[in-house]
């Protein structure tokens, strides 16, 4: 078990609506991540929050948003939902050290995923 | 584009053989992943190898890591049925504010018992 969890595990929506996906991170984490994973792809980075604040992001329209919470949660938000957003969505919650002239970042640590059919 | 990308895409092995997956990256590195994804599961991550770091062990798992050649490979000894899924690597690069870790398409390995 990572400690990581994601809510919910399966959801249909259908297009132009929106959607939140949710996370609770392993305690400890500032970092979370997260990824849209197509069906026999990879993960694709969609972006990266650290102590609250997005500190990365992919190549994902603005209508892909986030939040991190100081009590290790966070939330993905997609708004106008296209066909194509159908997906795992995976976060990741890891350590990120950027203490002076530490700079440093570890292992991930991933939920089993939220899976999102568009209809 | 990926920042890395495994070769070969899916390996069929009979259990008891070894697997070797490679992977190669394109950018300097502050770390290299390998992560097991069971089908439509969350990923595990496996090992981990610094920069600095030229090979790894973790019970039948072994890494290395060429930064001349940007290039890492997972070898998995005396494979086992269990061991069927498929295998990312992920690099750690820096990135305004701190690192992003991209993954790269994966090896599918199936194991035949």
């Known amino acids: 078990e990572t400690g990581v969890t994601q809510s919910p595990t399966h959801l249909i929506k259908t297009r132009g609506q929106q959607v939140t996906l949710r996370c609770s991170s392993q305690?400890?984490?500032?970092?979370v991540s997260w990824y849209q994973q197509a069906l026999g792809q990879g993960p694709q980075f969609i972006f990266q929050?650290?102590?609250?604040?997005?500190?990365g992001r992919g190549n994902f329209p603005p209508r892909f948003s986030g939040l991190q919470f100081p009590n290790y949660s966070s939330e993905l938000n997609v708004n106008a939902l296209e066909l194509d957003d159908s997906a795992l969505y995976l976060c990741a919650s890891s350590l990120l050290r950027l203490a002076g002239r530490i700079r440093n970042t570890g292992e991930l640590f991933f939920g089993e995923g939220s899976r999102l059919t568009v209809l | 584009s990926q920042q890395g990308e495994e070769d070969p895409q899916a390996l069929s092995i009979q259990e008891g053989e070894n697997a070797t997956m490679n992977c190669s990256y394109k950018t300097s590195i502050n770390n290299l992943q390998w992560y097991r994804q069971n089908s439509g599961r969350g990923l595990v991550h496996l090992i981990l190898?610094?920069?600095?770091?030229r090979e790894k062990h973790s019970g039948r798992l072994r890494v290395t890591l060429d930064t001349s050649k940007k290039s890492s490979s997972l070898l998995i000894t005396a494979s086992r049925a269990a061991d069927t899924a498929s295998y990312f690597c992920a690099t750690a690069f820096p990135n305004t504010g701190g690192f992003k870790t991209i993954f790269g398409a994966g090896t599918r390995l199936f194991v035949k018992a």
């Open positions: 190898i610094r920069s600095n770091e």
């Open positions: 305690s400890g984490h500032n970092t």
């Open positions: 929050y650290y102590r609250e604040e997005e500190n």
